[in-house]
Nanobody, 123 residues
């Protein structure tokens, strides 16, 4: 069974906003560090934002500072990524993943990848 299902991607114009969701089935997200990653065509996958088990957040990518926000709804066991003021450089497939080390912190390694949701920023 796929452990994460990402949704909320789509086509948006520069300057627009999207809210991505990551629904978890078997994993209780508050027990893990969970993070959003993205991958553009021809590029390596990169970490974007992470939220630790204790709720603290880490920004892996300076270019999204002040524009993207990660959050977690424990009642719904769902991870979110709010993306504002999108630019073409933000295009790519966005994935969520969970800590595989057991640390629950954002310096962990990640796995349990979802299938991803496509974000395309274009005018």
């Amino acid at each position: 069974q796929r452990q994460f299902v990402e949704s909320g991607g789509g086509l948006v114009q520069p300057g627009g906003s999207l809210r991505l969701s990551c629904a978890a089935s078997a994993l209780t997200l508050r027990l893990y560090a969970t993070a959003w990653f993205r991958q553009a065509p021809g590029k390596e996958r990169e970490g974007v934002l992470c939220i630790a088990s204790n709720g603290s957040t880490t920004n892996y990518l300076g270019s999204v500072k002040g524009r993207f926000t990660i959050s977690r709804d424990d009642a719904k066991n769902t991870l979110y990524l709010q993306m504002n003021n999108l630019g073409t450089e933000d295009s790519g497939v966005y994935y969520c993943a969970a800590d595989t080390t057991g640390w629950g912190t954002c310096d962990s390694t990640f796995g349990h990848w979802g299938r991803g949701t496509q974000v395309t920023v274009s005018s």
